[in-house]
């Protein structure tokens, strides 16, 4: 079957693809591009591993097309540091020792980080709904609500 | 039809490792050109924190900072032979591997120091910051980077080490069967306060008190990592985890992360962690392990809350609302 093009820009980068019909965007990322920051957990939406962030909004990438992002903004975890430092969201996961094994943090970070570009000063309830779609099998999730929550606060520190 | 209140404690001794055949643990430590030092391991750190705390004790053993040190785990073509990553046991039986090598290729680097500043080897001692000064007469010192292309590139000295730990095999007594399973137990103690719904038999824990003796915390934020998450892996071991819901018959079992639950983030119970420390006699800086043991009284715990709150004994995990509302209905003489 004849493969099909794909375009969009992933942190800041332009990016083209051509890809199987059907491709998910999580498997185009992955394999296709190299960046493996969103992880293939459950492959059907219940883990939050694969979160991305297209054009602003959360999404799981193993149940997006990639051909359904042609000119969209993607952004990954990969993208998040500037020049080698550490976004606040991923400084504030080292600082909680918010991470076990790693594999629900990227999730995690993408899910966190749509949370504070839309609630710079959530809740803790916000925050628990906000991880709610993500699984974590190490942490007890206490650590990675406690890091966003010092996120949040270091953000709105650095804006006053 | 109410909602009861029950309070449950719990307390477990648990072995550090295991040992029915004989437990050993390799490791090989060697430095680089430049006085950074590898160890090399074919133990696994799966998010535990291995790495880290096989570097700690290197350093500690060399006497170096611990960002000299480069950890190489869980290779089993390149690294030398270890048992596993199981039982609680990395921490105590390949840290102890560690300091053996460490200590065989320290006396290595102070025998070429000593050779650099011409001074006897047993004169000798580490600043922990990668010098190496004479005793007494701190003044007289050499860097261990400077060593180290010193045993490469004049001395010809390989500054590297060899351990082993091995916990071996303890048979049964003849006459009466007793045996020595393990050489070092952690401990934990966990008060559960839970809420029953005696009308939907569902559980809800409000708090999860534990106190942890785990013999020394090398790395004391990764122990309350551990902790926090074995605290709350114990809750979902004794309400919601099963891969047979009826077990022997294995119909109805999770097939996917649906299915097979744990509490989210939104199910968290008021969990309080305290930690004390009795070092361990055979443990590396005595420590012991607490990585499974963490996971474990809590499980008893609810299980008496719920005995507290409703009265009724659930001997089969998890504690299911199905469960709680078959032993009610049993416990007021109605046919299951």
Known sequence: MAKVPVQFTLN??????????????LNTLRDKIGDTSPKGGCHQGTCGACSVIINGELRLSCLTLAETCNGAAITTTSGLSEGGVLHPLQRAFLDAFATQCGFCTPGMIMAAKVLLDQTPNPSREDVVEALSGNICRCTGYEPIIQAVLTAARSNSQNAA | ?????????????????????????????????????????????LGQGMKQIMAQICAETIGVPTDRVVVDTADTDTGPHCMGTFASRGTHRAGNAVIQAAREARQVMLEVAAEELEVNASDLE??????????????????IFDVALSAHFKRGRSISGRGMFLIPRSYPEKETGAMKPSTCYAHACTVAEVEVDDETGEVTVLTMKNVFEIGRALNPKMVEQQLVGGSWMGISHALYETTEPYYPNRDHGGTDFNQYLMPGPGDLAQTEIIVLERPSADGPYGAKGPGEMCANPQIPAVANAVFDAVGVRIDTLPITPERILRALKAQAGAPN
């Open chain 2, 126 to 143: 580490t600043d922990g910051q990668g010098n190496i000064l004479v005793k007494g007469a701190p003044q007289k010192s050499i860097s």
């Open chain 2, 1 to 45: 039809m109410a909602i009861r209140r029950g309070r449950g404690v719990a307390a477990i001794n648990y072995p550090t490792g295991m040992n029915l055949g004989g437990d050993p643990t390799q490791a090989l430590v060697h430095s680089t050109p430049t006085g950074n030092f590898m160890v090399t391991l074919s133990s696994v750190d």
């Open chain 1, 12 to 25: 800041g980068a332009e990016k083209a693809e051509f890809i199987d019909s059907g491709t998910t965007l």
